[in-house]
């Protein structure tokens, strides 16, 4: 069964760190793209990064860039996001999203094919 598992959400206050973690299972990434997406109450969900793991590269939103970053560690079916230098902004359901197709906006987020759950993320003193 093919399956992504979001943690690592919490309440942070600001300038304060989290790392999120997406677990696949059921499936390889080596020959997928994971996106990360965020969705706050009354907003649209939107492309916070992505990192293509066949192809390599990543990319971020203009709003997180230099703050965050995603990896994938050697081996593992896992992929990370580490948020540094969090605002109240950033707080959101944020999700973890896998797709193995191509030529695409990485922010489109129709263009994926598995999603995970989600995990709150807070950011206030």
């Known amino acids: 069964q093919v399956q992504l598992v979001e943690s690592g959400g919490g309440l942070v206050q600001p300038g304060g760190s989290l790392r999120l973690s997406c677990a696949a299972s059921g499936f390889t990434l080596d020959y997928y793209a994971i996106g990360w997406f965020r969705q706050a109450p009354g907003k649209e969900r939107e492309g916070v990064s992505y990192?293509?793991?066949?192809?390599?590269?990543?990319y971020y939103a203009d709003s997180v860039k230099g703050r965050f970053t995603v990896s994938r560690a050697n081996a593992e079916n896992t992929v990370y996001l580490q948020m540094n230098s969090l605002k109240p902004e950033d707080t959101a359901v944020y999700f973890c999203a896998a797709t193995a197709k191509s030529g695409f906006y990485w922010r489109d987020y129709t263009k994926y094919d598995y999603w995970g759950q989600g995990t709150q993320v807070t950011v206030s003193s």
């Open positions: 990192i293509n793991i066949k192809y390599g590269g990543t």
